[in-house]
């Protein structure tokens, strides 16, 4: 007899298994969502930005692309934006058990 068995007359609770599989479609696409709504609240020209996403390997990929006088914006002084954005991609990348990697493309401009 279990000690624990001993003191109580109560059943273990029911714990799920947690296994590891790919996240439903719609949870990645909040997480490029989130990214979209968190670059077009830094930048002036909202019509510009475009956020492509990419998986390869059981990672995602995203690829931000502004003007290039948003540019400075995205990034931020010393690159502070852009890694508070990259910081906040990962703890919801992680809510959502999966890896995300974010990069910045600068938009020629034609002239």
Do not use: C, W
């Not at 590891?20 to 990214?35: D, G, Q, V």
């Not at 502004?66 to 990259?86: C, E, N, P």
Request: positive net charge; glycine residues 6%; hydrophobic residues 35%.
């Amino acid at each position: 007899m279990n000690s624990n068995q001993r003191f109580s007359n109560r059943p273990e609770p029911y714990r799920e298994s947690r296994i590891s599989e790919r996240p439903p479609a719609r949870r990645r696409h909040r997480l490029k969502e989130l990214l979209e709504f968190l670059t077009i609240t830094l930048v002036d020209n909202k019509d510009d930005v475009v956020v492509t996403e990419r998986e390869r390997q059981g990672k995602f990929y995203y690829t931000i692309k502004v003007a290039k006088t948003d540019m400075g914006k995205l990034l931020g002084r010393g690159g502070k934006t852009i890694g508070t954005v990259r910081a906040l991609m990962r703890v919801a990348a992680a809510k959502a058990d999966v890896d995300a990697i974010v990069d910045i493309l600068e938009d020629i401009e034609t002239s």
